[in-house]
């Protein structure tokens, strides 16, 4: 049976599924058809190119209220291709919206390598020595998305095997991450929210793991349990080597003791003071005598990033030290803990000066910022600054960096103090005048015989 539909003039309103039915005494028969319209005053969406870690799309002129399909750049053919397309709508406005690759597979392949990593439902040693190793090399991290599938590999192993063989590698992983530039790091929190994740692996690999494992060069950690009764308070430190960055040493001692001695070589990096009176005040509902308290100490604020509205004005420039009560909340201590930290290198006329933050977890829709609330400077030691903060958590210095002109790679030259420039300009301009002088007037310059004697 054919069918056929004639409209001698089109207009816009005829677009539309057009139905013919064809009504006999034993069977209805029907057949539809679709007709757009097309005119003048037709608007379209331009061609445009998209590029992601999905892929490079090129996406033709289309019609407006119209997804455009595209096939996958790269495709997993133990998956069903025909499910493997990319998305994008052409708007009402003649813009192009909601661009859709997630049923794509990642073009790089240290990606999909780190994304199969993270797809692991139970682990095993050698599995874990070989993340490790694979995540060494921190060249393969190109994308976001290597960090947070990195991120969720540490997350899994942690979950599925928490023994301390698995933490010992793992903390090598984490500190192998926090070399990664902090743009990166930033950038993928910004995206895909790793950097609480990653805080709370490190306070997750304390319970599991021994403390000299815990040591690197980037991080040290330690869980420490103590009687509620018998505390009489606590002091950590994180020493440095200033001609060796990676040699450190972390150390920990009861306020009845005295601090190690053999430190030669070495300076505080960043120290704290936790006070008898913490356990004092914790509810009286819980009841439990033994509590663990979490020290940590990080080399910089990469996992504590500042938020965007302070972005390139502020920056906390010192190390990071943190603490906490396992399994327990405590706010609002009736004795502050004491904080030290050495301040970052600067010369003398451009000091700037340092306000005590403290990385509050509420503010920002629960991801975190600096605040500074609670927290107050004490005094002033050398090369460091002592303060205090009334809450238990992460801690650091505050400083305008606005006309610092930090950028993402590390400045190679820096100016000198301006008295080096202008005594090398006077030493200059007298160096000069000695030798025109010398040259102008010769013949009239006096000088022994015996001098002239070669």
Not at 30 to 36: A, D, F, I
Not at 242 to 255: E, H
Not at 416 to 435: D, Q
């Amino acid at each position: 049976m054919e069918s056929s539909l004639n409209i001698p003039t089109l207009y816009e309103n005829h677009t539309g599924q057009w139905s013919c039915v064809y009504v006999t005494i034993h069977q209805n028969y029907s057949k539809s058809v679709n007709v757009l319209v097309i005119s003048d005053d037709t608007k379209y969406c331009p061609l445009v190119v998209t590029t992601n870690n999905k892929g490079t799309y090129t996406w033709p002129r289309s019609l407006i209220n119209n997804t455009v399909t595209i096939n996958c750049e790269t495709l997993n053919l133990s998956l069903n291709v025909t499910d493997q397309k990319a998305y994008y709508y052409c708007s009402e406005n003649g813009t192009w919206e909601n661009l859709n690759t997630s049923a794509c597979q990642y073009i790089s392949e240290p990606t999909r390598i780190l994304q199969q990593f993270s797809k692991v439902n139970s682990s095993v040693l050698e599995s874990a020595e070989l993340f490790r190793n694979y995540t060494s090399n921190l060249k393969i991290f190109q994308d976001v998305m290597d960090l947070s599938f990195a991120t969720d590999t540490i997350r899994n192993y942690i979950s599925s095997m928490p023994v301390e063989q698995v933490g010992a590698i793992l903390i090598d992983v984490m500190n192998n991450l926090l070399d990664l530039p902090k743009y990166f790091i930033r950038e993928s929190d910004n995206q895909v929210s790793v950097c609480e994740k990653l805080l709370n692996v490190t306070e997750r690999l304390a319970e599991i793991t021994s403390s000299p494992q815990l040591h690197k060069t980037n991080i040290a950690l330690e869980e420490f349990s103590v009687n509620k009764d018998g505390f009489i308070g606590m002091k950590c430190s994180w020493y440095v080597n200033p001609d060796m960055k990676t040699d450190r040493l972390f150390y920990c001692v009861t306020n009845s003791q005295a601090e190690y001695a053999g430190m030669k070589g070495k300076i505080i990096e960043a120290s704290i003071t936790i006070p008898d009176s913490l356990l004092e005040h914790m509810n009286s509902n819980y009841t439990a005598k033994i509590h663990k308290i979490f020290i940590a100490m990080h080399s910089d604020n990469k996992l504590f990033p500042i938020d965007s509205e302070r972005y390139n004005k502020q920056d906390v420039t010192s190390a990071v030290v943190g603490t906490k009560l396992a399994n327990s909340t405590l706010n609002n201590l009736t004795e502050p803990v004491s904080i030290m930290m050495r301040t970052p290198p600067s010369n003398a006329y451009e000091i700037i000066p340092f306000t005590p933050v403290w990385w509050d977890p509420t503010l920002k829709n629960h991801s975190g910022s600096w605040s500074t609330e609670g927290c107050e400077f004490n005094y002033a030691l050398q090369d460091h600054l002592v303060f205090s903060c009334y809450q238990l958590g992460y801690y650091g210095l505050l400083q305008d960096i606005s006309h610092m002109k930090y950028t993402q790679i590390s400045a190679k030259f820096r100016f000198s103090h301006p008295g080096i420039y202008v005594g090398s300009i006077f030493l200059f301009i007298s160096f000069f005048i000695a030798i025109m002088t010398y040259l102008l007037c010769y013949d009239a310059v006096q000088m022994p015989k015996k001098l002239n004697i070669r």
